[in-house]
């Protein structure tokens, strides 16, 4: 059994097998919750998961749908607001870095690289994959000839009423 928790310990969850894939996710949502130039993701099966305390703590924030549904959903710790996973559907992905324990796995590819900040660079010799071979290597498909990349976009502010 793998553990994981948040940082103030008020959720916990333990999960029975970690099954992969372990992704560096540069999209511009990922580095937002992050807060750094990747958000490290290592998939599991939910059957395999379960929550040991704290629930009841997790919140969730939902970004407006860029693609097609579901939308960009980030679930955190009500306490401490460190992301922990919301275990919906068959597969999920949980933050690596909540894991207390070493789940066997090591980091496998970088995805989204095109969206990788110009201050950051990949020296670590893993893949690295666009939007468009990712789509690939994921559906064995290429990604329709007038696909256009979406970008979170912050919602716009009126600052001439800013201190009213």
């Not at 549904?69 to 919301?86: E, L, N, R, T």
């Not at 066997?104 to 893949?127: N, Q, T």
Request: hydrophobic share 35%; glycine share 10%.
């Amino acid at each position: 059994m793998i553990n994981g928790s948040c940082l103030c310990g008020g959720v916990r969850f333990e999960v029975q097998t970690i099954t992969g894939p372990a992704e560096y996710c540069h999209c511009t949502r990922c580095r937002k919750v992050s807060g750094s130039s990747a958000l490290l993701m290592i998939g599991i099966k939910t059957e395999g998961f379960r929550f040991v305390s704290g629930s009841e703590l997790i919140q969730s924030f939902e970004a407006p749908i860029l693609y097609d549904p579901p939308a960009y959903k980030h679930c955190f710790c009500s306490i401490c607001g460190s992301s922990v996973p919301a275990p919906e559907g068959d597969w999920i992905e949980i933050p690596m870095g909540s894991l207390d324990d070493d789940p066997g796995l090591i980091p496998d590819k970088h995805i989204f690289v095109e969206l990788l900040p110009e201050w950051d660079s990949i020296s670590d010799g893993l893949p690295q994959y666009t939007v468009s071979e990712l789509v690939k290597l994921r559906t064995g498909h290429d990604l329709c000839k007038d696909f256009q990349m979406k970008f979170h976009v912050l919602p716009s502010t009126d600052s001439s009423n800013a201190g009213d």
